[in-house]
């Protein structure tokens, strides 16, 4: 748990382009996101995280909104049920050490995901 925290911790981030009027549900594992977003018309998840990280971050932080999830499909790979993800973790009132007030924090990353939960075996 203090491995993820401080990982998380070193990769925040700030941003404004998060989707917030949309219908979420609560995960503790973002891989059903990931699926969804595969397997969605329009490429796109959301959710929002819960759980022992969801809580531990939220209480180190101080954050006052949940933590939310987007899932993006920003390219899908010929072979069936592969992608390019790119996967965004967002939360209001988040107080960093040193930073003067609390603020929205983001954490952006993209992956190479298959629905089996692989990596993709060509990037074409």
Known sequence: M????????????????????????RYQDIRPLMVAAIDAPGGQ????????VADALTQKFGGTSPIYIDVS???????????????????????????????????????NYCRDGSAPKALS
């Not at 404004?16 to 949309?22: I, L, P, R, T, Y």
């Not at 998840?45 to 022992?52: A, D, H, P, R």
């Not at 790979?77 to 996967?87: A, E, P, Y």
């Open 2 to 25: 203090r491995d993820v925290l401080f990982a998380v911790s070193m990769m925040l981030l700030v941003s404004d382009g998060q989707a917030q009027d949309v219908a979420r549900d």
């Open 73 to 111: 499909t920003e390219r899908r790979f010929r072979q069936t049920g592969c992608s390019r993800l790119k996967v965004l973790f967002w939360q209001d009132g988040v107080l960093l050490p040193g930073a003067p007030a609390p603020r929205k924090q983001t954490i952006e990353f993209g992956l």
């Open 45 to 52: 998840s959301f959710g929002i995280l819960s759980g022992q």
